[in-house]
């Protein structure tokens, strides 16, 4: 029988299974063709952490040894493997995120010693990060990237150069318009954004120029838009009243012209659109004497109510320390004015 094996061996060669090169060629071959996969699936077939198992799967609690179903924790998996709890994390977190890709059965599915089809080397560095720092940054850009359909690995490449994502925006007009318009939805929940936007407005003149004119860009615009859809008249006295049937028609006509364009027009067509609309109404007003009287009212109530309040605010205790000849000339032409002013008022109500 000795002398059968004898032969059998010497046909065959010798048995490589038990030397330590030939073992190790054999796992090297199994990372250069599985990649981080391989590290990956030892961390999620083995590491739990204490957060939705799947009912049936078996974890070691801290303190007690594992037996050949159960699961460990994170940390006790760092301090078996002698490396840093951040590296297991990441490995986890990679093998969660491709989970969740449907590349790899989630981790909670996996009990230790299975083992599973593995994806494609290349596909790795897509769900893995060895250099990213903020765990927090890292989930919430893999979440962005889920919610907005786009790559991972794509987002976080950016994300950590932002010299490049600099260039990309200084170079190119549709970066520029991308990053403009997640600027903007990420102002209304990020304060420390709004704070450094309202600061760099109140550095830059020409902002605070251009804010000027958007913003009476986009007052004229809402005042034509308003006559059209509710045909509703704001008189430049303040008063609402209902818009004539030609003014609203041609605040229709202007309004619809300034959608065909880019951003609702440029400044100059609302502008004209506006005036045009303005000075219809002020035509409308000029004809029809009963509007034209009721707007002068309310025009000159609103002037005087004003400069009733103004005076009032006037601190007048000890006024005689304060006595100047050019203001006492002010305020005698003033009770001279309200005087007149007054008997034209007392007049006009004798007539009624």
Known sequence: MDEMRAVVNKLLGPDLSADPVF?????????????????????????????????????????????????????AFAAAARCSTDRVSRFYNAWERAATAGLVPACDELRPGDTVELPDTSLWSTYFTSFERSTDRREAIAEQAEASGTSYSKALDIATNPSALRTAILADPKAATAAHEA?????????????????????????????????????????????????????????????????????????????????????????????????????????????????????FHSQVTKASKTFQQLALDDVADLYEADVVSELEALQTAVTTCLEGIKRGALKQ
């Open 183 to 299: 600027l903007m939805d990420r102002l209304e929940d990020d304060s420390e954004l709004q704070r450094s936007m309202a600061r760099a407005l109140a550095e830059a003149p020409q902002l605070k120029k251009a804010l000027a004119t958007e913003a009476r860009r986009t007052d004229q615009l809402d005042y034509v838009r308003k006559i059209a859809e509710e045909g509703t008249v704001k008189t430049l006295a303040g008063r609402c009243i209902e818009a004539p049937a030609q003014v609203k028609a041609e605040a229709e006509r202007y309004l619809t012209q300034l959608e065909n364009t880019a951003l609702d027009g440029p400044a100059e067509s609302v502008a004209q659109a506006y005036e045009a609309v303005q000075q219809l109404i002020t035509e409308t007003i000029e004809a029809n004497p009963e509007i034209s009287l009721q707007e002068r009212r309310a025009r």
């Open 23 to 75: 073992q190790d060629a054999q796992r090297f071959g199994t990372y250069a063709t599985s990649g981080g996969w391989l590290f990956g699936l030892m961390v999620a077939r083995s590491v739990h952490k204490n957060r939705g198992q799947r009912p049936g799967t078996v974890v070691a609690q801290a303190g007690e040894l594992a037996g050949p179903s159960q699961k460990i924790p994170l940390t």
